[in-house]
């Protein structure tokens, strides 16, 4: 079966602090998207991991991709309130025709 | 990237009625996909539109229910018929990019009453 998995679903976190978000999958991809979604919003893609050792940082964000352990992470360093949101992984997984299986999305709050 | 609105952006309607959501890209795709998303999940594939051809319904969506048209490369509609209180969600239309990444539109936020 195909499955993407996020934890934690929830993290409720005070600015400065770091934290990490994983993103873990069922079978063999080797391209992974993470994207935000702000209250009432869209989604806006922040990343795309398309190997494995893929590393990307945008800011305060950095995502890597470990396709040996189906593993990928969110990595967030010294939080701010602008990026509460929640968060969604998805993957493409071979043959599935653009598809993506996405994630149950982690909803982040950063408190001041 | 492409750019994608959706009409209209946000409806109220009744019971037993239908609504009919509009998906218009900038460029011409061969390939959308309809997404509903209910509050607080994440995202539930619909349907995948090709031009040209019938589309392709997902386990738990059905043509009566979830009508779509795609008239050309650049547009797409999506019915939501006979509504009820439970289809109240965010619908949403995307395409792919190069890198098998998706493009969303805005979202229509529907809710039945």
């Known amino acids: 079966e195909l499955k993407v998995e996020q934890n934690p679903l929830f993290l409720s976190m005070q600015e400065g602090k770091n934290y990490t978000i994983y993103c873990n999958y069922s079978?063999?991809?080797?391209?992974l998207y993470w994207y935000r979604q702000d209250p009432g919003k869209s989604l806006e893609s922040l990343f795309v991991?398309?190997?494995n050792g893929a590393v990307k940082q945008e800011g305060r964000l950095m995502a890597s991709l470990d396709t040996k352990a189906r593993l990928s992470t969110l990595h967030i360093t010294a939080a701010v309130h602008d990026l509460s949101a929640t968060y969604f992984c998805?993957?493409?997984?071979?043959?599935?025709?653009?598809?993506?299986?996405w994630g149950a999305g982690t909803k982040l709050i950063i408190k001041p | 990237s492409a750019v994608i609105s959706q009409k209209p952006s946000r409806d109220i309607c009744q019971r037993g009625t239908s609504l009919t959501i509009q998906c218009q890209v900038d460029?011409?795709?061969?390939?959308m996909f309809w997404y509903r998303q209910q509050p607080g999940q994440s995202l539930t594939l619909i349907a995948t539109?090709?031009?040209?051809?019938?589309?392709?319904?997902e386990s738990g969506f059905v043509i009566d229910k979830f009508p779509i048209s795609r008239p050309n490369l650049t547009f797409s509609t999506l019915t939501v018929s006979n509504m009820s209180p439970e289809d109240s969600s965010i619908y949403l239309c995307?395409?792919?990019?190069?890198?098998?990444?998706?493009?969303f539109g805005p979202g229509t936020r529907l809710t039945v009453t």
């Open positions: 991991l398309l190997s």
């Open positions: 998805a993957v493409n997984f071979m043959d599935s025709n653009y598809q993506l299986i």
């Open positions: 539109a090709n031009q040209g051809s019938e589309a392709t319904y």
């Open positions: 079978t063999t991809s080797d391209r």
């Open positions: 995307s395409v792919p990019g190069l890198l098998s990444e998706q493009y």
């Open positions: 460029s011409q795709v061969t390939m």
